[in-house]
């Protein structure tokens, strides 16, 4: 079965600071992990993928096959980070179905 | 824009009445995706088209729930004899390489 876990409903940092989102999965073969990013009154939208490997906004995520954990992180938290953040997985090569995590919401305070 | 507009905005039915929800992805969206959200929980797997071909259906999916996508273009969402539990934002998904754009959603309330 897949499954992702975000231990974290709610998380709360100072600007400046260093974030880090958990995201957890479960997974028995090679998974594509996202991260979906969602701002106030805006909707659903694709952060970061692990294939890519790419740094957007700042954020970047490693895939961690042996801790089967992809965490988001920012060393330096802005104002406009302040989001709902959901990690999701995508299983089987070619399959199409997304399976998303319950989501973080991230407050920067000022 | 991500081009994907979902009508209506918000539905607010009566329990045991049926519901319709329209999403109209954009034309390179040649894959639609359907998913649920309560509450304080992530996204969850309805069904999946690929042109106008139903591939893919959660068990989520009760026989109340039809999804059609007839031309391979707009997609309708159908809850028939709605129940409490189906309130939930409904959400529409085009995907287009690696990447779904979202649609804003249906809220839906069940009274």
């Known amino acids: 079965a897949q499954r992702v876990t975000q231990p974290e409903k709610l998380l709360s940092v100072f600007k400046g600071a260093p974030v880090e989102l958990k995201c957890n999965y479960s997974?028995?073969?090679?998974?594509?992990l996202f991260w979906y990013v969602q701002y106030s009154r805006q909707r659903l939208q694709l952060l970061l993928r692990?294939?890519s490997r790419e740094s957007i906004k700042g954020f970047t995520a490693d895939l961690n096959k042996g801790e089967t954990s992809f965490h988001l992180k920012k060393p330096f938290a802005q104002e406009e980070d302040s989001a709902m953040y959901y990690c999701?997985?995508?299983?089987?090569?070619?399959?199409?179905?997304?399976?998303f995590g319950q989501g973080t919401r991230l407050t920067i305070n000022p | 824009d991500t081009g994907v507009s979902q009508d209506p905005r918000h539905k607010i039915t009566k329990r045991g009445q049926n519901v319709t929800f329209r999403c109209d992805p954009i034309?390179?969206?040649?894959?639609l995706y359907w998913y649920r959200q309560t509450l304080g929980q992530g996204p969850e797997f309805l069904t999946y088209?690929?042109?106008?071909?139903?591939?893919?259906k959660s068990r989520l999916l009760s026989d109340r729930f039809s999804a059609e996508r007839p031309k391979g273009s707009f997609s309708t969402l159908e809850i028939q004899r709605t129940e409490q539990g189906d309130s939930a934002m409904y959400l529409c998904a085009g995907r287009q390489g690696e990447k779904l754009f979202f649609g804003s959603g249906t809220q839906l309330s069940v009274l």
């Open positions: 997974y028995s073969g090679s998974p594509e």
């Open positions: 088209f690929q042109n106008e071909a139903q591939l893919e």
């Open positions: 999701a997985l995508r299983g089987v090569q070619g399959a199409q179905k997304l399976v």
């Open positions: 034309s390179e969206h040649n894959r």
């Open positions: 692990h294939i």
